[in-house]
Nanobody, 128 residues
Framework: QAQLVESGGGLVQAGGSLRLSCAAS????????MGWFRQAPGKVREFVAA????????YYADSVKGRFTISRDNAKNTIYLQMNNLEPEDTAVYFC?????????????????????WGQGTQVTVSS
């Protein structure tokens, strides 16, 4: 069964960096737009970043623009989220997601209902 597995979360001080990885078990994710979302305690899940199937197009939430970078390595079926200058407000469970139903080269989405596969999440905690 196709699945996504996140890793790389942890505890970091404000101003620090982390790199999250999301490994896909199936080759089909190579042809899928991918995204990162996060959910803080007591809050709704929110969009963080998205990348098109080729990696040529990226889109970011305003709250992370300039600090986070999404990328992908299709040869490894893996996407990444490099997070720099972390803030306590970035504390959340981070999820990666795949949109395998829309195959446009530039397709990306900030809407969670456009994604049909989700990982189990990885915790990121930023201390002040």
């Amino acid at each position: 069964q196709a699945q996504l597995v996140e890793s790389g979360g942890g505890l970091v001080q404000a101003g620090g960096s982390l790199r999250l990885s999301c490994a896909a078990s199936a080759r089909m994710f190579t042809f899928s737009a991918m995204g990162w979302f996060r959910q803080a305690p007591g809050k709704v899940r929110e969009f963080v970043a998205a990348v098109s199937r080729t990696g040529g197009n990226m889109y970011y939430a305003d709250s992370v623009k300039g600090r986070f970078t999404i990328s992908r390595d299709n040869a490894k079926n893996t996407i990444y989220l490099q997070m720099n200058n972390l803030e306590p407000e970035d504390t959340a469970v981070y999820f990666c997601a795949a949109d395998t139903t829309r195959t446009g080269v530039r397709t990306m989405s900030q809407w969670d209902h456009d994604y049909n596969y989700w990982g189990q999440g990885t915790q990121v905690t930023v201390s002040s």
